[in-house]
């Protein structure tokens, strides 16, 4: 069973910048795949980037291409999520989790994740 614990959240200015850590324990994580999603008030939860353990292959949303950059530090079990040019539409709570799927496809569905944190708050002002 893999815990995973965001932070780095706050409250940022439109076009400011803000990264998220996600500290991960409980498994060896070389067969992970690690994501980040948030849900805004009243939406469902959305992809927003994932990459892998072991390759370090990286997929985003469009809406954040560009703008958002996921990076894993294997030594200490992190992973992050760099976000730049951030926009008061980026506002949600955002959350990581972790699965062992290889299919690249499923990567944005939230189902295929498990050891969901227990998020973290980013807000943008415009």
């Known amino acids: 069973q893999v815990q995973l614990v965001e932070s780095g959240g706050g409250l940022v200015q439109a076009g400011g910048s803000l990264r998220l850590s996600c500290a991960a324990s409980g498994r060896t994580f070389s067969t992970y795949t690690m994501g980040w999603f948030r849900q805004a008030r009243g939406m469902d939860r959305e992809f927003v980037a994932a990459i892998t353990w072991s390759g370090g292959n990286t997929y985003y949303a469009d809406s954040v291409k560009g703008r958002f950059t996921i990076s894993r530090d294997i030594a200490k079990n992190t992973v992050y999520l760099q976000m730049n040019s951030l926009k008061p539409e980026d506002t949600a709570v955002y959350y990581c989790?972790?699965?062992?799927?290889?299919?690249?496809?499923?990567?944005?569905?939230?189902?295929?994740?498990?050891?969901w944190g227990q998020g973290t708050q980013v807000t943008v002002s415009s």
């Open positions: 989790a972790a699965t062992t799927t290889r299919m690249s496809s499923l990567y944005t569905s939230a189902s295929i994740y498990g050891g």
